[in-house]
C-alpha cells in the first residue's frame, strides 16, 4: 500500500495515536507476551509483575486504539493481539536497533 503524500492530517493524527498507545515500555511488554496467544489481565500482571489495575489501563489503552481486541468469558476477559502490524513494527524497530548498535560496536572496536 503507497501512503499519499503529503499525507492528510486526519491520518497524520491516526499514525500519531497509534505511536502514542504503543510508545510505553509496559505496553511494550504486554504486546510481547501477548504474541503466544490471547490473556487475561491476571495472567498478565504476573507475568510481568505489575498490579491488575495497572495492567488493565494500559490494556485499555491498547484495545482503544485497535492494536488489541477483548472477549468475555464468564467472569475473565481475555485480551489478544488484533493488528498484526504492530508486532512487525516492533521487529522493523528491533532490526534497526541491531545494525545501530552493530555498526557502534565497530567504531568502538576500531578505537581500541
Same mark, same amino acid.
Given at each position: 500500500?503507497? =501512503?499519499? !503524500? @503529503? =499525507?492528510? $492530517? $486526519? =491520518?497524520?493524527?491516526l499514525i500519531a495515536r497509534r505511536f502514542r498507545a504503543i510508545a510505553? @515500555?509496559?505496553r511494550i511488554r =504486554? #504486546?510481547? !507476551?501477548l504474541r503466544d496467544g490471547e490473556a487475561t489481565v +491476571? &495472567? #498478565?500482571? &504476573?507475568a510481568i509483575d505489575a498490579s491488575q489495575q495497572n495492567v488493565s489501563k494500559h490494556l485499555a489503552v491498547l484495545a482503544d486504539a485497535g492494536v488489541l481486541g477483548r472477549?468475555? $468469558? +464468564?467472569n475473565h476477559v481475555?485480551?489478544?493481539i488484533v493488528d498484526e502490524g504492530v508486532l512487525s513494527l516492533c521487529e522493523g524497530v528491533c532490526g534497526s536497533l541491531r545494525r545501530q548498535l552493530k555498526g557502534l560496536s565497530a567504531l568502538v572496536d576500531l578505537g581500541a
Open positions: 500500500m503507497t =501512503l499519499p !503524500h @503529503p =499525507l492528510p $492530517d $486526519d =491520518l497524520v493524527e510505553e @515500555p509496559m =504486554l #504486546l510481547d !507476551h +491476571g &495472567e #498478565l500482571s &504476573e472477549r468475555k $468469558d +464468564g481475555y485480551y489478544r
